[in-house]
């Protein structure tokens, strides 16, 4: 049974930093794509931030590029955002995704997902 299980959301000010973490567990790891998306109160899921199997390419939507960091660790089976200079319109309940293919993950056909995390960011 696959699992996806992220950790690390909370509450923070405007401008502050969290880093959010999703272990899995039930699939070979360093065989599929892994992603962060968001869903805001009242808005549709949006994607975040994907990684490719090696961790050797990122991709990263413009509203959070510069800001946001995805990363890897294929030892671990897990995936990480480093998220800084959060602003409000950053709250959402954060999700982990898994996908054989990059180009699906990044257009929201995930292949597998997490239950979510809460950030919540005041100003």
């Known amino acids: 049974q696959v699992q996806l299980v992220e950790s690390g959301g909370g509450l923070v000010q405007?401008?502050?930093s969290l880093r959010l973490s999703c272990v899995t567990s039930g699939l070979t790891f360093s065989h599929y794509n892994m992603?962060?998306?968001?869903?805001a109160p009242g808005k549709e899921r949006e994607f975040v931030a994907a990684i490719v199997q090696s961790g050797l390419g990122t991709t990263y939507a413009d509203s959070v590029k510069g800001r946001f960091t995805i990363s890897r660790d294929n030892s671990k089976n897990t995936v990480a955002l480093q998220m800084d200079s959060l602003k409000p319109d950053d709250t959402a309940v954060y999700y982990c995704a898994a996908d054989l293919s990059f180009a699906s993950m990044t257009a929201g056909g995930v292949d597998?997902?997490?239950k979510g995390t809460l950030v919540t960011v005041s100003s």
């Open 112 to 114: 597998y997902w997490g």
């Open 14 to 16: 405007a401008g502050g």
């Open 35 to 39: 992603g962060w998306f968001r869903q």
